[in-house]
């Protein structure tokens, strides 16, 4: 499966933006789905998950309730809805997909895409 995440750009702290990752060549509804950011000179780092349906869903701890994880297996696409953004989540944000039954670390997930990038300005 091919992922496209999109949605990042600039944004003023207290801000908001939704990133959209389309997957493409799969069975979209087979995989969970999860997003992860690299902020800068930083490791990878878990963000949201979402299993198969929209049922189950979990969040790093950093998210404070500030993140949703959705997904519309109609439109193969998973969402990330950011609010109440500061600074510090600046970063590169990227999708996965995985076929694991309970994945968590980066290497659980088979399939990324290429990275939409959020920048927010002080």
């Known amino acids: 499966v091919q992922l496209q995440a999109s949605g990042g750009g600039l944004v003023q702290a207290g801000g908001s933006l939704r990133l959209s990752c389309v997957a493409s060549?799969?069975?979209?509804?087979?995989?969970?789905m999860g997003w992860f950011r690299q902020c800068p000179g930083k490791e990878r780092e878990f963000v949201a998950a979402?299993?198969?349906?929209?049922?189950?869903?979990r969040y790093a701890e950093f998210v404070e309730g500030r993140f949703t994880i959705s997904r519309d297996n109609a439109k193969n696409t998973v969402y990330l809805h950011m609010n109440s953004l500061s600074p510090e989540d600046t970063a590169l944000y990227y999708c996965?997909?995985?076929?694991?039954?309970?994945?968590?670390?980066?290497?659980?997930?088979?399939?990324w895409g290429q990275g939409t990038l959020v920048t927010v300005s002080s």
């Open positions: 996965a997909a995985s076929t694991d039954s309970n994945p968590g670390n980066p290497g659980d997930y088979q399939y």
């Open positions: 060549g799969g069975t979209f509804s087979r995989y969970r």
């Open positions: 979402m299993g198969r349906s929209a049922h189950s869903s």
